[in-house]
């Protein structure tokens, strides 16, 4: 079994998450991508406390896809400095870790 991985990111647009997660999966970098919106972040950029909504994308892949993955979302992705943030999946339901795997192409 190749390694699952937990990737994570967010958009300030629904549209632009729905976008960006079509294309992962279309493109096999993802097997899917859950979209949560409503979410608030709190973080300082440039010496400034920043409050934002956005809508986090939780994208389930592979470490086989995660550089080409990468590059997609730095290519898509309209945020200087974008959160990608990869967790591995050291646990899970066989099936769909099998699922994961059998639906992404790195």
Not at 2 to 26: F, K, N, Q
Not at 53 to 82: F, G, N, T, W
Not at 99 to 106: A, C, G, L, S, V
Request: glycine letters at 6%; one cysteine or more; hydrophobic letters at 40%.
């Amino acid at each position: 079994m190749h390694e699952p991985l937990l990737i994570i990111t967010t958009l300030d647009d629904d549209a632009r998450a729905r976008e960006i997660g079509g294309l992962l999966v279309e493109k096999r970098l993802a097997a899917c991508v859950t979209v949560l919106p409503g979410s608030t972040s709190i973080y300082e950029w440039e010496g400034e406390i920043q409050e934002d909504s956005e809508h986090v994308l939780l994208i389930k892949s592979r470490a086989e896809c995660y550089e080409a993955l990468e590059e997609l979302l730095l290519d898509e992705h309209p945020y200087e400095l974008p959160e990608i943030i990869a967790v591995p999946i050291t646990h899970g339901l066989e099936g769909y870790l099998d699922w994961i795997e059998e639906t992404t192409d790195p």
